[in-house]
């Protein structure tokens, strides 16, 4: 009888969608919690009439294979994952270290910094380093050439002129793109010989992460689909008896697992940290894939990418501090947010959506000895670059 704590799930990226690569290709551990790999087969049963009352025959239809992985959130070990949901790639990590240059005017968020900004765009976050009084994150507004932009939150900003020894740092940011990413991936049971279960072709369909009070920073890439080209010589799921890959698999990344506690440094609201006492944050990103079935073929002959849904829920105590939100959905007023998690360690991701509009939240009045919550739900669209955003920080 196999363990579930036995069991490990590897995963390669593709190149051609539906297929393996071959070498054959390294293989590379997730960390998880749980999740489901189904193999997914729809049967229709015969309409044949017999006299005897009994079903002629059970036939196979369909197989469309689907798949969740659940997981606590820590820094680059779902870098990949990230990069396949978002169907586009990381950008060039970019770091500038100033010499004698790095200039601030804090009256209007203008920073200049000889190159620093060459693989940095509007929108994207970066971090300080080495400042006398700038240190910390701070994301363009405008960015007029490779050496000069402007901050959207200037009161952060202190004035300083030509210092030296500032760096001036992103590790990659994601944004939706339009690319179909897709993955192979094997469930090992180790305590079973012989048992492999492939699972070719799979796109990733959505991602939620969800940040609550006392507890872990959770996740799911969920809603995948999968399938393989016409005239595949492997079906999307089949049970070998050896893995697909070169048997020397690559571990997951093991930085610090976050928690609401400790690793949520930053929750903004519009272009300033909020003052509303948050108790829990969540958002979904949903690729809106749709299988497309064709005769004389098993299972998807495609997976087609639909419209990105972007939506989300931040709850807080219900004040003074929540008034200014409540107006923003009753008026219909466009903001945005975005919210820091890092580890001990330094490691780093800002999640953001550039712009959204609430469309619920008013204050809940409940029972006696009871708080006021405010449930802050949100819908995404994009601000003319990206409707969400991840950049990432290696400490």
Known sequence: M???????????????????????????????????????????????????????????????????IDFELSYGAHDDLLEGMMMSTWTTPATTT??????????????????????LVEGQWFEVAGS????????????????NIVVADPSALTDVTSEDGVTISNDGMLRPGTTLNSF??????????????????????SLNINIATEAIITGTFGDMASGVPIGSTDPAVERLTATVGDGTPTAAATNAITNAVDNVYSVREGDAETSMLISGLSFTINNSLRNIP?????????????????????????????LAIVDKLLD???????????????????????????????????????????NLAFTGYTDGNAAFQIDRFAA
Not at 34 to 59: C, K, M, N, W, Y
Not at 186 to 192: F, I, L, R
Not at 333 to 354: C, H, L, M, Q, W
């Open 294 to 322: 064709v005769v004389g073929h098993l299972g998807p002959a495609a997976i087609n990418l639909g419209t990105l849904q972007v939506t989300g829920q931040t709850t807080a105590y219900y004040g003074t501090n929540g």
């Open 332 to 374: 219909d007023t466009a903001s945005k947010n975005s919210f820091r998690v890092e580890d001990a360690a330094g490691n780093a991701y800002i999640f953001s959506v550039p712009q959204l509009k609430y469309t619920g939240g008013t204050p809940e009045m409940g029972s006696l000895d009871t708080d006021v919550p405010i």
């Open 132 to 147: 006398a009084a700038n240190d910390g994150y701070h994301q363009i507004a405008t960015r007029t050439d490779a050496d």
């Open 98 to 119: 100033s010499s004698t240059d790095f200039t601030v005017v804090a009256s209007t968020g203008a920073v200049s910094c000889t190159g620093a900004f060459t693989n």
């Open 184 to 205: 192979t991936f094997e469930e090992q049971y180790q305590d079973v010989a012989n048992a492999f279960m492939v699972y070719r072709g799979v796109v990733l369909g």
């Open 2 to 68: 196999s363990e579930a704590n036995r069991g490990a799930l590897l995963y390669v990226a593709e190149t051609v969608w539906g297929e393996t690569p071959s070498g054959p290709p390294t293989l590379k551990l997730i960390r998880r919690t749980g999740g489901t790999f189904a193999q997914g087969p729809s049967h229709t049963t015969s309409a044949e009439i017999r006299s005897d009352r009994q079903v002629a025959d059970l036939i196979r239809t369909s197989i469309a294979p689907t798949a969740s």
